[in-house]
Every structure is written in structure tokens, then in C-alpha cells.
């Protein structure tokens, strides 16, 4: 009975396992179901057959223990069985086909793809935004440097200006000093020309070495030229002003009018220039000597080349001082 019992229960085990591992691999519904049920009738025919009757003992009783050992295994092995059977039976059915997994893991993709296209555009959109406020941010920069350097050049320039227009201001200023009170002023006409001026009248250049004769000396040599031309000019027979004893001794005398008085001859003329020279106003003294008699301005040409450059030398000063303000 015990060898049957033995038997019965490793061919169980071995019915077991054979069932655990077909049930590993994907099976059907109904065939799980069915090879447990007909091992549920295998292990029940096995509890109801009647126990063999007991052999008959010769010799020394036999040990057991190793057998009740196996026994209690299987038996342990075969509730652990049980209990996975039930645990398979209880479990839903899984009907999700690879088409769906695919299907599935396709929809996942394709959602990432898509936020990741998102995520990109959304990017590359930030980018040009800002490479576009950069742009302009730059433009603008560009722009204010610009002006900036435009309005560095121009307050340059304005300075450089104003640099040369006091350089030529003072040049004007000790040219017209130097006119006055007779001394040279070849340095001031360097300055002009150093400071861009290059139409310097010919008036200024040719007295700059050596100055001009002053107000004061022209002044003060006018008595003695006049004399001088009178007396060219009665030798000449050019002084018909007056006759007789009076006439004589005027003659004689060189006596001149030295009051300004009208009239054409010699003496009446130089009365008038003389006058124009002691109030400063040479071109009018000029013009009246300019109608004497030759002799009598040839007497006096010293007089008439000195104050003739001093009358040129302050008109071209005038003349030059308004043309530069001018510009």
C-alpha cells in the first residue's frame, strides 16, 4: 500500500510539473481549464480508493520516517501547486493582442514627437525674438554711436574753429596795433598764413618788414613837405593866387595859408590837406594833394610814399578784418 501511495503521489508531482510548465507558454482559456479539472478527478479517485490491505510483517519492522519525510514534500508541494492553479484561475484573462502594445507604444511616440516639436518651435520662435531684440538693441547702439561720434566731430571742428578764429582775431588785432604805432607786424601776417589765411593784401605784405610811418610823424613833416611843394609850385609858376608887393614877400618869406581856405591854387589846396592830416584823415589829405601841380607833389614824395603806405596798410587791415569776420 505504501509503495502504491509512493507511486500515486510522484506520478501526481510529475502530472503537476508537466501541467506548470505547459502553462507556462500561452495557452488557451479552455485548455488550462480542462487539464485542471481532469487532474482535479486524478487526485480525487486517488483519496477515495480503499486503502490495500496490510502485508504481513516477517523479520525487523521497517523505517518509515524517510518515506513520511517524501510524503509530507509532495504533499507540501502539491498545495503549493494547488495554490498557484487557483491563483492562475483567479487571474483576468489578458486579451491585449501586440497589435495594441504596437498600437500603444505608436501613440506614445507619436505624442512625444509631438511635444517635442512643440518644445522645439517654441524654442526657435524665443531665439528669433531674441536675435531680433538683439538686432534692433544693436541698431539703436549703432545709431547713438553714431550721433555721438557725429557730435564728437562736429564740437571738434567747432573748436578747431574757434581756435583758428581767435588764432586770425588776434593776428587782425596786432596787425592793426602794429599800423598805428609804426612798428613791424611780418609775424602777425605769418600767423594768418598759419592759420589758413592765404589772400593777405599785397598792402600789408610789402610794409609787414619794416611797419608804417604813424599818424604822429606825418603829422609833424606835413609843414615842411607843404613848404617844399608851395615853393616847386610859385618857382613852376603854378601859384597865381596873389600879386604884388604881398605876393612878393610871401614868395620870398615861403609863407602859407595855415587855415583851411577855398580855392585851386597851390597854397588853398595844401591849407585843405593839411587840415585832413591833423584830423587823421589821410585819404581826404591825399586826394587834395592829388591835384597839385607835378612839381610841386614831386617836392614832397617822401611825405606823400610814407603817408601813402600808412592809407593802404589801414585800409587793407579794414578791408582784410571784415572779409574774415565775414567768413
Do not use: K
Not at 557725429?150 to 567747432?158: F, L, T, W
Not at 592765404?198 to 599818424?215: K, M, W, Y
Amino acid at each position: 500500500m505504501l509503495g502504491g501511495l509512493v507511486a500515486g503521489g510522484l506520478g501526481f508531482a510529475a502530472s503537476e510539473l508537466d501541467l506548470l510548465e505547459r502553462r507556462s507558454a500561452p495557452v488557451e482559456d479552455g485548455d488550462w481549464r480542462e487539464a485542471v479539472a481532469q487532474q482535479q478527478e486524478r487526485i480525487t479517485a486517488l483519496e477515495n480508493a480503499p486503502a490495500p490491505e496490510a502485508p504481513v510483517v516477517t523479520g525487523e519492522a521497517v523505517d518509515l520516517a524517510p518515506l513520511e519525510a517524501q510524503i509530507e514534500t509532495l504533499t507540501q508541494s502539491m498545495n503549493e501547486l494547488s495554490a498557484r492553479v487557483e491563483a492562475l484561475e483567479a487571474r483576468p484573462a489578458e486579451t491585449t493582442t501586440p497589435e495594441d502594445i504596437t498600437a500603444v507604444y505608436d501613440s506614445e511616440i507619436a505624442q512625444l514627437r509631438a511635444d517635442l516639436d512643440a518644445e522645439q518651435s517654441e524654442l526657435r520662435q524665443s531665439i528669433e525674438a531674441e536675435r531680433s531684440r538683439l538686432r534692433e538693441t544693436i541698431e539703436s547702439q549703432r545709431a547713438e554711436i553714431q550721433t555721438l561720434l557725429e557730435n564728437a566731430r562736429s564740437v571738434e571742428e567747432a573748436t578747431a574753429d574757434a581756435a583758428r578764429d581767435a588764432a586770425v582775431q588776434a593776428a587782425l588785432t596786432r596787425i592793426s596795433t602794429a599800423v598805428a604805432n609804426g612798428n613791424p607786424f611780418a609775424a602777425a601776417v605769418q600767423e594768418l598764413e598759419a592759420a589758413g589765411v592765404s589772400d593777405i593784401p599785397g598792402a600789408l605784405r610789402q610794409s609787414a618788414e619794416n611797419g608804417v610811418a604813424t599818424l604822429a610823424n606825418l603829422q609833424d613833416r606835413f609843414p615842411d613837405a607843404a613848404r617844399s611843394a608851395l615853393s616847386a609850385a610859385r618857382v613852376a609858376g603854378g601859384d597865381t593866387s596873389e600879386t604884388g608887393v604881398a605876393g612878393f614877400l610871401r614868395r620870398q618869406l615861403g609863407a602859407r595859408s595855415v587855415a583851411p581856405r577855398d580855392g585851386t591854387d597851390p597854397d588853398a589846396v595844401l591849407s585843405r590837406a593839411e587840415a585832413a592830416v591833423r584830423d587823421g584823415r589821410l585819404t581826404d589829405a591825399l586826394a587834395e594833394i592829388e591835384t597839385l601841380p607835378e612839381p610841386a607833389q614831386a617836392a614832397m614824395q617822401e611825405w606823400l610814399q610814407d603817408a601813402r603806405a600808412r592809407q593802404s596798410a589801414e585800409a587793407a587791415t579794414e578791408e582784410l578784418a571784415q572779409r574774415l569776420t565775414a567768413n
